[in-house]
């Protein structure tokens, strides 16, 4: 996956384009309080396939995408941005999540808010 942000970051470097990287939560690997909808998902997710607890395997994911996009190992036009604790924060027992990886508008309105952070802070 790294070589594809490599060669897109290189391809915007023509133009002289940036790539902004987010890297969004999901219900497996999320610290947030969960609700009563969110937990019912998650449990159902508990193992992987081959018999793994999924939960491993997507902290594992996660634990190599960061280290993929270390920010001293990015093209200068590319910034990361990790958003997994974007909903600690204020969405205790409301649910953001509509199945393991995708938001509902409540969930997704938090996302952009945080994205538009992001970019600004950029400028």
């Known amino acids: 996956m790294k070589k594809n942000f490599d ?15 987010f890297f969004q939560p999901s219900v497996v ?4 309080h969960l609700g ?3 937990r019912r998902i998650s449990k159902g997710l508990t193992y992987a396939p081959g018999g793994g607890l999924r939960i491993d395997f997507h ?3 996660r634990d190599q995408l960061h280290a993929a996009f270390r920010k001293e190992t ?4 590319v910034s990361f941005t990790d958003l997994t604790e974007v909903f ?21 309105s938090i996302i952009a808010e945080a994205i538009g952070r992001a970019l600004e802070s950029r400028r």
């Not at 990015?74 to 036009?77: D, Q, T």
Request: some cysteine; charged content about 30%; glycine content about 6%.
């Open 7 to 21: 060669l897109a970051a290189l391809a915007l470097s023509e133009v002289d384009a940036r790539l902004h990287v």
């Open 88 to 108: 600690e924060r204020g969405s205790r027992k409301r649910d953001v999540f509509l199945d393991a990886f995708h938001m509902g508008d409540r969930g997704n």
């Open 59 to 61: 902290t594992a994911c």
């Open 29 to 32: 690997t999320t610290r947030k």
């Open 36 to 38: 009563k909808s969110e």
């Open 74 to 77: 990015l093209p200068a036009n």
